[in-house]
């Protein structure tokens, strides 16, 4: 799993970079491989609209929409799965016609 760096981390290499140091440069100085310091560059220009693409907040957005998804189905199969477990021996609810 890549390793997490804080968004004020990010920002200042960002920073650092657009004031005109060079990226690679940069990237060795602060300890962090050129190719992540690359994405951050992209999705900067993505978030601030320079470049076509999702902004980090939709894609947030979109991570917690998937996984608040994925606990409901999970939640649904338990129900249903509980449902024809404790169905087998079902009898028509009262009033209603066999």
Do not use: C
Not at 3 to 9: D, G, Q, S
Not at 23 to 39: A, C
């Amino acid at each position: 799993m890549p390793r997490a760096y804080p968004a004020e981390f990010r920002a200042r290499a960002i920073a650092l970079v657009r004031a005109g140091r060079e990226q690679k440069q940069t990237s060795v100085d602060l300890g962090i491989h050129p190719v992540t310091s690359s994405k951050w560059l992209r999705q900067d220009d993505i978030d601030n609209g320079q470049r076509p693409g999702r902004v980090s907040e939709e894609s947030a957005e979109l991570r917690t929409a998937r996984r608040r998804i994925r606990e409901l189905e999970t939640e649904l199969e338990i129900v249903r799965k509980a449902d024809r477990f404790l169905g087998q021996d079902k009898r028509a609810p009262k009033g209603s016609t066999p």
